[in-house]
């Protein structure tokens, strides 16, 4: 991975990241917002703490573990990535509660358009914020974004220190499962 100094990754700062989506999609995972490093790279969930690609194999639906450069092979396997708040920061606490909000109907606007069968949205905390639902947790939602199914998930950042992999996996593997009809 290319090592960026400190002011290459503050001048990625409200970069946006593009994407990585189709109509029909299985599952389109959402993540908070991009990082800088996220941003610098051009590919999503690309810190190297992140979670995220390991437990998305770990939880079988990859065939193998991917990096954040090949993220569009996500889509050979029905699979797409967005963020509720499209531009960088270097901490999501930078976020205003009215970008929540604004991503949140971004967010509907878009899964109403590309029609997946189910949103995953990774961080409990971004769910809350985008949708004014404070009592959401993880796991399947009873209400749905766009006519899609919500499926909340934990936030695989390195800082979630209340989930492990293992444990992350299991939940990502509960909505595989519900994703495969199983």
Not at 38 to 44: N, V
Not at 80 to 98: K, S
Not at 134 to 142: D, F, L, N, S
Not at 162 to 178: C, I, S
């Amino acid at each position: 991975m290319t090592r960026f100094t400190p002011a290459e990754l503050e001048a990625a700062r409200d970069r946006l990241l593009p994407d990585v989506v189709a109509g029909g999609l299985r599952v389109l995972f959402c993540g908070i917002n991009p990082g800088l490093m996220s941003a610098a790279t051009g590919h999503h969930f690309a810190r190297p703490g992140n979670r995220f690609w390991p437990v998305l194999h770990l939880s079988g639906f990859t065939p193998r573990l991917l990096k954040p450069a090949e993220q569009r092979e996500l889509l050979t396997y029905g699979l797409g990535i967005t963020n509720v708040v499209a531009r960088a920061t270097a901490r999501a606490d930078e976020l205003t509660a009215e970008e929540y909000v604004a991503g949140g109907r971004t967010l509907a606007d878009k899964v109403t358009r590309l029609r997946p069968a189910w949103l995953a949205v990774v961080g409990v905390t971004a769910y809350r914020a985008a949708f004014g639902d404070r009592k959401a947790g993880v796991g399947p939602q009873e209400g749905a974004v766009g006519g899609t199914r919500v499926w909340v998930l934990p936030n695989p950042s390195g800082l979630n220190a209340h989930w492990t992999t293992a444990t992350m996996a299991e939940e990502f593997a509960r909505l595989r499962k519900a994703a495969e009809g199983v």
